[in-house]
């Protein structure tokens, strides 16, 4: 495969680092760890992980992905951690193909961007990217949420809990920043009852 050319393949893992990159390159179909961190990667297309059953991890930390089709993730039955900080991710870009502006449409097309069918995810690191708003739904499986420094300013009262279900507790959920956003977290006080720990963030 070119990608083995141009990166480092050793066992099943892919290391692309520093590799000039400006798209996500064809991977074997036994990867499980895809390194490709500080490229020039622009989007990420839906044919770019379509079949990697085994991926577990996706690192394309400090890149330039402004773009994220909406099912450039999907059927990814063993992802674990999904790694995108340092890019230029916008709630909307990310999440969608189209012109989109109201709330309603956003949770539609978050939905259709599928985290939630990512059964294994564990830590989604968004850190440092344009985000105005979190993306939901949550797996139940996630640990780790970064999403520190970026433009979000407000949330639902149900993107970690249900407020419909008082008895809900969320106990993976346990590292969630929100620091370097202009969020005001104490005007959400229901938001927030089932999770093990507060979020780290301004209240
Ligand atoms: C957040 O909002 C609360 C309630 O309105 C207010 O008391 C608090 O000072 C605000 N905190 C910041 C950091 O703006």
Known sequence: LPSCQLCLCLGTSVYCDDAGLERVPALPADTTYLYAR?????????GDFSGLEKLKRIDLSSNSISWADADAFRRL??????LLPENLL?????????????GVHLRGFISALSLQDLKQLQFLHLSD???????????????????????????????FCDSQEQGQIRQALEDIRLDGNPINLSLF???FFCLPRL?????
């Open 90 to 102: 916008t709630a909307r870009r990310f999440i969608s193909k189209g012109f989109l502006s109201v």
């Open 199 to 203: 979020p780290t963030g301004r209240f």
């Open 189 to 191: 006080p229901n938001a």
């Open 129 to 159: 990217n344009q985000l105005d708003f979190i993306p939901v739904p949550l797996p139940e499986s996630l640990r780790s949420l970064h999403l520190q420094n970026n433009k979000i300013q407000t949330m639902h009262e149900d993107t």
């Open 38 to 46: 500080f490229n020039r990667i622009g989007a990420v297309r839906s």
């Open 77 to 82: 039955p063993s992802l674990q951690e999904l």
